[in-house]
């Protein structure tokens, strides 16, 4: 049982270039959240999605886009990276409350 | 808007021996739960322990404990009998039902010999 699997590990960007990342569960749950952390200031809820096709946005979600046309899969897209995007990125699936972790993406932007 | 505060940026405690962490809430709701998240250098978030606020009795997980105050809003973990495993990033959580996670700034935990 994979759980939440999350891709690439790590992730080196220009300013400006653009890229995805990956998210997916086995585990058939509906909820599904991306969250970024940075430090001293916890993690915050990026974008959220309760079920194929459903998304909706979080606390910050400038710079970022979401879709989810299964429920495995819930990628998420920085279209122009900058800066302010460097950060440790954590997907999770929710069930019953409880949320499971992905093992998280540490992204840099230079 | 809800939020979760964590007031102890750093808490160090000496194996074997109790410590306790802080976590205080804002919120209009009655129905919700709360959660610590452990955070170790592995950077993996792990569920410690998780209360439900229409539950009276304090949640337990082995040597972790809670102490929940509904009235106060307040939320703190404890662990007993501290091992040089428990050392992390410890993150307390709240979350309406049906709703999303709100997390506190977290607490970093570290255990002497």
């Known amino acids: 049982n994979a759980g939440v699997t999350q891709t690439p590990k790590f992730q080196v960007l220009k300013t400006g270039q653009s890229m995805t990342l990956q998210c997916a569960q086995d585990m058939n749950h509906e909820y599904m959240s991306w969250y970024r952390q940075d430090p001293g200031m916890g993690l915050r809820l990026i974008h959220y999605s309760v079920g194929a096709g459903i998304t909706d946005q979080g606390e910050v979600p400038n710079g970022y886009n979401v879709s989810r046309s299964t429920t495995e899969d819930f990628p998420l897209r920085l279209l122009s990276a900058a800066p302010s995007q460097t950060s440790v990125y954590f997907c999770?699936?929710?069930?019953?409350?409880?949320?499971?972790f992905g093992a998280g993406t540490r992204l840099s932007v230079l | 808007a809800q939020t979760v505060t964590q007031s102890q940026p750093e808490m160090s405690v000496q194996e074997a021996e109790t410590v306790t962490l802080s976590c205080t809430y804002d919120?209009?709701?009655?129905?919700?739960?709360l959660f610590w998240y452990k955070q170790p250098p592995s950077r993996q978030m792990i569920l410690v322990i998780r209360?439900?606020?229409?539950?009276?009795q304090n949640a337990t997980e082995n040597r972790f404990s809670v102490n929940f105050q509904k009235a106060a809003k307040s939320f703190s973990l404890k662990i007993s009998d501290s091992q040089l495993g428990d050392a992390a990033m410890y993150f307390c959580a709240y979350r309406r039902k049906g709703d999303k996670l709100i997390f506190g700034t977290g607490t970093r935990l570290q255990v002497f010999p």
């Open positions: 919120t209009s709701e009655s129905d919700y739960y």
């Open positions: 209360q439900e606020a229409y539950k009276q």
């Open positions: 999770a699936s929710t069930l019953l409350g409880i949320q499971y």
